[in-house]
């Protein structure tokens, strides 16, 4: 049986290079697929980046498609008076493209652009998704923050940065209709924004994928146990850490969260894999792409002082205690824009 993946990014021109980096990486493993159809839901994509997607795909001998969103943001704004996270509806997109996405198989990959692909992604081509929406590794964020958006303490959270989704279970599911109705009539804003929305009406239909193919650049920054520590963590709902131990030394996705380290595309990035994401930049079109300084705000300068002076145990109490009341005022700033946009 021939190998076909079809892979689904969104992404806005900022953050275009960042996405067509991720893309590469992706097509550079995994050259012995029969077919690979990367699927981008453009928002705004200047026509320079465009053709650099477009020049990135011939030179793997793989398809693009691009999809246009204004429908999709017209609904967001003026049916359901959604408000913009960080000023953009992009991360919104995917929830409204599954249905209508035209694939050769059943299945799509959904990435988000700060993914890095290391290896083969063959496994997920043919993965058992019978029963299932969707598959997708557990979320690295703190416990309590599912009482948040009302999600019981021992339920499993599932991350929204890579899922696996099977398109005939969410049509048979009417899934986009019932994503509709909560945004309109129950809650129309979270922090995660589309992780959460898929969380709290979906959770007990996803199938778990195994770590390596979602592994949180969190474990690098601060250690695993740190981060179990950091964000109250245990096995009965997430994974182990033997699970977290046997991907450490080389997942097929890392997933580039950056805390007080930044980001690798960024000019003063202390990333753990700022290295391995210039690899893969050096290979694709934005080669040349200049990365930005980014000013950060007092806190997080000094956030980044103690993350290099204390030793990862101590400096993750400190974190620990920060990253609780971080959730807390978004989740507040959240609930200021919805009541904003009613």
């Known amino acids: 049986m021939s190998k076909v993946l079809n892979v689904l990014y969104q992404s806005d021109d900022n953050y275009a290079p960042i996405t067509g980096v991720s893309a590469t990486s992706l097509m550079e493993n995994n050259k012995d697929l029969d077919e690979i159809n990367i699927y981008l839901l453009n928002d705004r994509i200047s026509d320079t980046n465009l053709e650099k997607f477009e020049n990135c795909c011939k030179h793997y001998g793989r398809n693009l498609i691009v999809l246009e969103t204004t429908e999709i943001i017209t609904k967001l704004k003026d049916e359901l008076h959604v408000a913009p996270w960080f000023g953009t509806y992009t991360t919104y997109f995917k929830l409204f493209a599954f249905k209508d996405l035209q694939l050769p198989t059943d299945r799509v990959l959904q990435l988000d652009g700060d993914t890095i692909i290391n290896g083969s992604l063959a496994p997920l081509c043919d993965m058992d998704l019978d029963g299932y929406l969707l598959a997708a590794t557990y979320d690295l964020t703190r416990s309590d923050y599912k009482e948040l958006i009302g999600i019981p303490l021992n339920d499993k959270i599932y991350n929204g940065g890579v899922l696996l989704v099977n398109q005939p279970e969410w049509i048979r599911e009417n899934c986009e209709e019932k994503i509709t109705h909560h945004l309109k009539n129950v809650r129309s804003g979270y922090h995660t924004v589309d992780q959460d929305i898929l969380n709290v009406l979906f959770r007990h239909k996803f199938k778990y994928l195994d770590i390596t193919y979602n592994y949180s650049c969190g474990f690098y920054i601060f250690g695993i146990k740190e981060s179990l520590k950091i964000y109250g963590l245990k096995p009965d709902y997430y994974s182990t850490y033997e699970e977290i131990a046997a991907a450490y030394d080389d997942p097929v996705i890392y997933h580039c969260m950056g805390q007080m380290t930044g980001r690798p595309w960024e000019l003063n990035s202390i990333h753990p894999q700022n290295e391995l994401y210039d ?19 007092l806190i997080f300068r000094v956030q980044r002082i103690l993350y290099r002076a204390l030793p990862r145990g101590i400096y993750a109490i400190f974190h620990k205690c920060g990253q609780k009341q971080y959730l807390k005022a978004r989740d507040k700033i959240v609930q200021g824009e919805i009541a904003g946009v009613k």
Not at 292 to 297: C, F, N, Q, S
């Open 279 to 297: 690899k893969y930049m050096h290979m694709s079109p934005w080669r040349d792409y200049e990365k930005k300084y980014v000013k950060r705000d």
